[in-house]
């Protein structure tokens, strides 16, 4: 049975690494503390050899690591003013100084004969340290976006990618990136003669704009090459063979979610597209949980195969693909990060009885199991809605009786381009544990099927509410066990939007929860990072030449009509959905008569529900309960 605590003793798994002799595999483990409000995270190491893991670091702050051409396991220890050290480990333990680096090193990667490629930027003098803070009282505000959630406002930062030959402690500069040549991605070639990268861009008047260009460089003569000017969104690139391949979309079809391709582009400049456009799939793991932790791969070449993650339908699936466009599906069920060697394929699984486990491909069982005990079972099931088919989740409560009615809440996903899963998700599993029946699905807008399924830009309060719709009165249908007249509604940022609009057009929910929501399509606009081109893209409109549409998608038009006793909950730093869009919504529901209140969490932004500092997740998740409790089982208690 789930309980709001058991979120401090998950162990959440990521970034798996594996040694060339495939006998080592480094991995991260992140743990909740409770006692300083934060996470701490060591480094592992999974030995083949006598099968089991043992503990790398001790100060609960691992961040870059790489194997060398020993299978040595190299890792950033600790860094000060002058520079960052980065140890050896050789077996159990801390290992030893391996090499230090004058400057803040953010990424790094072994290559060949003791060489590494690293981004860096320079460490700050104690003088650069005093003057930021004395000019820390203004911000001065000259490009879009001009903050990021979970960064703050955006700062103008010089890094440079370098080629570090241990042998002669030289860092050799290959590229720099700042403001006038935006680097987002790089990949160096085998012989370590040629960079590839791709170029951000931004125009005349500091707006950034949405297509990249892909950039060659030869490292020998200096020379640089555009092979593709300011084509494609871009996720990633690769060199392959004698050429590049990447996945991009021109975002023409569906806009800014549009799903990608995978495309080859050689030196010249010529463009293909691998895979058959028929292969129509959301890139990367979009299904959504609160029980992982960030940092896993979702694309490798390995020898002359691409490989990559791709969600499709309610899965998060492998696959790889040849330039000759042969594709084959690697592995299913639900991969969280991967790594591919000569011999087998190293990944991490999570499913509905366990978080994220490492496994490979060619053994039957786990190699570290990560086990949930007191799982509540889970029944899906396929309905039609809006001409296609849909798929139904209902998680059952403790000690469920056939012959009862419970209390039932529906849960509505993130994005819209995200989706629900069987996969553990905590905050269900713990409703499910307090009573109640929680339902859920993926409705139009959601992840897994296809840009025409994704594609509701215009639309928001529409199809996918009439699909929610559908799913509850099929889903009381079928389990007769669902009360019916004791339901509530709740979600976050697109499912907050979906609880807002939810409760400004029917009564059929005793009670809802609101969280990171938008309320109000023409203010998000100008205050979200995202707002001034993500609303006019989600919504068709803009407030200059489509208010009025603009405003009928805006959830608070219809607040006026709202009865349903609603929480609202919201992060004080989410500048994703701003704190004004919960606001709006709870100032109209005050005005209404309406039982509402608002939790504001300081300091916390649009992450709060997946990786908010412990205290701040158990209160939120705490609110939840108790506003639950009062309105479907008449338990009115304070936290």
């Known amino acids: 049975m789930t309980k709001i605590n058991n979120l401090m003793d998950y162990e959440f798994l990521s970034e798996i690494l594996v040694s060339d002799d495939e006998n080592k595999i480094a991995y991260k483990k992140t743990k909740a503390n409770i006692k300083d409000n934060k996470y701490d995270t060591d480094l592992y190491i999974y030995d083949q050899t006598i099968k089991r893991s043992y503990r790398i670091t001790d100060k609960k702050n691992a961040s870059l690591f790489t194997f060398d051409g020993e299978n040595k396991l190299i890792y950033k220890y600790d860094s000060d003013n002058l520079y960052d050290y980065f140890y050896k480990n050789d077996g159990y333990g801390l290992g030893e100084l391996a090499f230090k680096i004058n400057k803040d090193v953010k990424s790094l990667k072994y290559l060949s004969n003791d060489t590494y490629l690293i981004k860096a ?56 990136s700042d403001k006038d040549n935006e680097v987002y991605g790089l990949d160096i070639n085998k012989t370590m003669d040629k960079i590839a990268y791709i170029k951000g861009h931004t125009d005349s008047n500091g707006v950034m704009e949405f297509l990249e260009s892909i950039i060659l460089k030869d490292l ?8 593709v000017e300011k084509g494609y969104s871009t996720y990633t690139l690769s060199f392959i063979e004698d050429r590049l391949i990447f996945v991009g979309t021109d975002m023409k079809k569906g806009g800014i979610n549009e799903d990608a391709f995978i495309y080859q582009v050689d030196f010249d400049g010529n463009i293909k597209m691998v895979n058959d456009s028929s292969f129509d799939k959301s890139f990367g793991n979009s299904i959504g949980t609160d029980a992982r932790w960030e940092g896993n791969r979702t694309f490798q070449v390995h020898d002359d195969r691409f490989y990559f993650v791709v969600t499709e339908f309610e899965e998060s699936k492998l696959y790889s693909i040849k330039l000759n466009g042969d594709l084959r599906l690697e592995l299913d069920g639900c991969v969280e990060d991967f790594f591919v060697t000569d011999k087998d394929i190293y990944y991490l699984e999570m499913g509905r009885g366990h978080l994220a486990e490492l496994k490979a491909k060619s053994k039957d069982e786990s190699l570290i199991e990560n086990k949930i005990k007191g799982v509540h ?136 929860v609101s969280q990171r929501s938008i309320s109000n399509w023409t203010s998000f606009y100008g205050v979200s990072d995202i707002g001034y081109y993500f609303g006019p893209d989600q919504t068709a409109a803009d407030p200059w030449n489509n208010m009025d549409k603009m ?40 005005l209404n008569g309406t039982d509402t209140k608002m939790v504001v969490f300081h300091g916390e932004n649009h992450e709060l529900s997946r990786s908010g500092k412990p205290k701040a997740r158990i209160k939120r998740l705490t609110e939840i309960k108790m506003w639950f409790d009062k309105y479907l089982k008449n338990e009115d208690t304070k936290a």
């Not at 505000?141 to 010089?158: C, D, R």
């Not at 020998?220 to 092979?227: A, D, I, N, R, S």
């Open 551 to 590: 405003w009928d998608e805006s959830p608070i038009k219809y607040a006026a009509r709202a009865k349903t006793p609603t929480l609202f909950i919201h992060a004080d730093c989410d500048y994703r959905c701003p704190l004004e869009q919960g606001l709006q919504m709870f100032n109209k529901l005050k």
């Open 121 to 176: 930027s320079d460490k700050k003098t104690e003088e650069e340290k005093r003057n930021e803070k004395e000019e820390s009282f203004y911000k001065e505000l000259t490009s879009l976006p001009f903050w990021s959630n979970g960064a703050g406002y955006i700062k103008e930062e010089t890094s440079y990618y370098y080629l570090y030959d241990l042998k002669d402690n030289k860092l050799t500069e290959i590229l720099k």
């Open 377 to 512: 079972p889970i029944e899906e099931f396929n309905f039609d809605s809006s001409g296609d088919e849909l798929r139904g989740y209902v998680l059952f409560p403790k000690n469920f009786d056939d012959n009862k009615k419970y209390p039932t809440i529906l849960s509505v996903h993130g994005g819209p381009k995200t989706e629900f899963s069987d996969i553990f998700h905590h905050e269900h599993q713990m409703l499910a544990s307090d009573g109640y029946i929680v339902i859920y699905t993926n409705p139009h807008g959601s992840s897994g099927r296809g840009v025409k399924y994704s594609d509701i830009r215009g639309r928001y309060g529409e199809i996918d509410y009439e699909d929610l719709m559908t799913f509850v009165d099929i889903a009381i249908e079928r389990y007769p066990q669902i009360d019916a007249n004791n339901m509530a509604i709740y979600g976050g940022s697109y499912g907050g939007f979906m609880t807002n609009w939810t409760i400004g057009h029917t009564d059929r929910f005793k009670a809802a």
């Open 220 to 227: 020998v003569t200096g020379k640089e090459k555009v092979l």
